[in-house]
T-cell receptor, first 114, second 108 residues
Framework: EAQVTQNPRYLITVTGKKLTVTCSQN?????MSWYRQDPGLGLRQIYY???????DKGDVPEGYKVSRKEKRNFPLILESPSPNQTSLYFC?????????????FGSGTQLSVL | QKEVEQDPGPLSVPEGAIVSLNCTYS??????FMWYRQYSRKGPELLMY????GNKEDGRFTAQVDKSSKYISLFIRDSQPSDSATYLC????????FGAGTQVVVTP
């Protein structure tokens, strides 16, 4: 089954404790992206990757890191989480980097930073 | 001012009614117009995709684009409880922008 898999689904952590949210897709997609979703603000892009070893900042990259060492994986790293990073996070992928391409989303990671 | 405005709702309708959703935008450069549906505790999934002004139908769903007014709409005919979800508009011009989403509740 074609899918984007995120883990974990729920995560509670404390300020400053490094964490990684994993994302994997099995569709051989070139493009992958991370979004955060907050009430009233919608989906905002954090980082994106056009292909292996090619990443770039989205609209809200502060406090986040990403890497793309393999085509299928695109982990999101919070080196020192803060309470304002409490949010619902989605990983997404598409066949290519065209912004009119259909995006496939994971089921989300609800992060709470205390 | 946000580039894409969407009323958050909730919009509550009885089963069988027509659901009308819309987004307004300020950037005339947007060329591609999409609607995503997001069920509770799930990621968004693409529902409709249009490129030009006019209407596009897919079953009970109709997407409408009015570029002159910078206004897009999604209509759901004969709404069902399974249509209860949040609907997000997404507009693209080389950069993809999402609306905040409208929560729809269809009551039996």
């Amino acid at each position: 089954e074609a899918q984007v898999t995120q883990n974990p689904r729920y995560l509670i952590t404390v300020t400053g404790k490094k964490l990684t949210v994993t994302c994997s897709q099995n569709m051989n997609h070139e493009y992958m992206s991370w979004y955060r979703q907050d009430p009233g603000l919608g989906l905002r892009q954090i980082y994106y990757s056009m292909n292996v070893e090619v990443t770039d900042k989205g609209d809200v990259p502060e406090g986040y890191k990403v890497s793309r060492k393999e085509k299928r994986n695109f982990p999101l790293i919070l080196e020192s989480p803060s309470p304002n990073q409490t949010s619902l996070y989605f990983c997404a992928s598409s066949l290519s980097s065209g912004t009119n391409e259909k995006l496939f989303f994971g089921s989300g990671t609800q992060l709470s930073v205390l | 001012q946000k580039e894409v405005e969407q009323d958050p709702g909730p919009l509550s309708v009885p089963e069988g009614a027509i659901v009308s959703l819309n987004c307004t935008y300020s950037n005339s450069a947007f060329q591609y117009f999409m609607w995503y549906r997001q069920y509770s505790r799930k990621g968004p999934e693409l529902l409709m995709y249009t490129y030009s002004s006019g209407n596009k139908e897919d079953g009970r769903f109709t997407a409408q684009v009015d570029k002159s007014s910078k206004y897009i709409s999604l209509f759901i005919r004969d709404s069902q409880p399974s249509d209860s979800a949040t609907y997000l508009c997404a507009l693209s011009w080389g950069k993809l922008q999402f609306g905040a989403g409208t929560q729809v509740v269809v009551t039996p």
